[in-house]
């Protein structure tokens, strides 16, 4: 039977939320496939996404020495880190399987798809960050999606 600090752990722990989200990125790509990555973060780091200080505008991921790697994500500093603080705009690596690393760096090579964080949130008492593997819209695609959207927001207050 689990003790009260036992109960106490994983109930703080079964809260997730979503600490960041790069909207952008499913109107400029159509998201193929998605990955769920682990990331190594300083405990600075930790505090200021913890805070919602983070934009993964304009980031991406890349395959670099055989490693996954989120490059362009920007966590602010945090107020109270003094001479402990980080670099707001570092790479960081991402943990997956090495034989995950292997497809998406095929995937990225061959067929010219990108790797573009969508979310950053926190599972189970850890951060984690959910990559798409995506191709870029062309205008015309971007333009249609928004015609399709109006047209089911109309439909939906039109029902209503």
């Known amino acids: 039977m689990p003790t009260d600090a036992a109960k106490a752990r994983n109930a703080r722990h079964s809260f997730d939320s979503t600490f960041a989200e790069n909207r952008k990125a499913r109107?400029?790509?159509?998201?193929?496939?998605?990955?769920?990555c682990g990331i190594a973060l300083t405990g600075t780091e930790v505090k200021s996404v913890r805070?919602?200080?983070?934009?993964?505008?304009?980031?991406?991921?890349?395959?670099?020495?055989g490693e996954?790697?989120?490059v362009g994500a920007d966590i602010s500093t945090y107020e109270f880190g003094n001479r402990f603080n980080h670099d707001p705009k570092?790479?960081?690596?991402?943990?997956?399987?090495?034989?995950?690393?292997r497809e998406l760096r095929m995937k990225t090579e061959?067929?010219?798809?990108?790797l573009v964080p969508l979310s950053?949130?926190?599972?189970?008492?850890?951060i984690k960050v959910?990559?798409?593997?995506?191709?870029?819209?062309?205008?015309?695609?971007?333009?249609?999606a928004l015609k399709n959207k109006d047209v089911q927001r109309a439909i939906l207050r039109d029902a209503r």
């Not at 109107?27 to 769920?36: F, G, I, Q, R």
């Not at 919602?52 to 670099?64: K, P």
């Not at 061959?110 to 990108?114: E, P, S, Y």
């Open 110 to 114: 061959a067929k010219g798809l990108t």
């Open 90 to 101: 570092r790479e960081r690596k991402l943990l997956v399987h090495s034989k995950e690393v």
């Open 27 to 36: 109107h400029d790509y159509s998201v193929l496939e998605t990955l769920e």
């Open 68 to 70: 996954l790697w989120l």
């Open 130 to 144: 959910s990559l798409g593997v995506c191709r870029g819209k062309a205008l015309h695609d971007k333009r249609e």
């Open 51 to 65: 805070f919602g200080r983070v934009s993964l505008a304009g980031s991406y991921g890349a395959v670099l020495k």
């Open 120 to 126: 950053l949130y926190l599972k189970h008492g850890r």
